[in-house]
């Protein structure tokens, strides 16, 4: 059983940036967990964003934020750097986990543990 915890949302102008972080915890290590983003704007069903191996050696991004999102981890917390940011970015961006055995996972069904979620809102 894993417990996560996003943080580091808020509101920021078009082409600003924030940096989210999700801190991990639970019996086992957070290293022992794949783990990546998802996003639920308004009227939206919830989207894959960015996902990234146990060991941080392969990630994965959705084309809509290719270039602009970086996700990272270093310990029991795992990190996405939002660039360039836009307003069809506002959401409320979700951490997820899963054995890092499975891999990365890129459907909200391939991951069982979940945070509350940080709201990220992008004005024009």
């Known amino acids: 059983q894993a417990q996560l915890e996003e943080s580091g949302g808020g509101l920021v102008q078009a082409g600003g940036s924030l940096r989210l972080s999700c801190t991990v915890s639970?019996?086992?290590?957070?290293?022992?967990?794949?783990c990546g983003w998802f996003r639920q704007g308004p009227g939206n069903e919830r989207e894959f964003v960015s996902t990234?191996?146990?060991?941080?050696?392969g990630t994965r991004y959705a084309d809509s934020v290719k270039g602009r999102f970086t996700i990272s981890r270093d310990r029991n917390t795992v990190y996405l750097q939002m660039n360039s940011l836009k307003p069809e970015d506002t959401a409320v961006y979700y951490c997820e986990a899963r054995d890092g055995f499975l891999g990365m996972g890129l459907t909200g069904r391939d991951y069982p543990y979940w945070g509350q979620g940080t709201q990220v809102t992008v004005s024009s």
């Open positions: 990234i191996t146990w060991n941080g050696s």
């Open positions: 639970g019996r086992r290590t957070s290293s022992t967990y794949a």
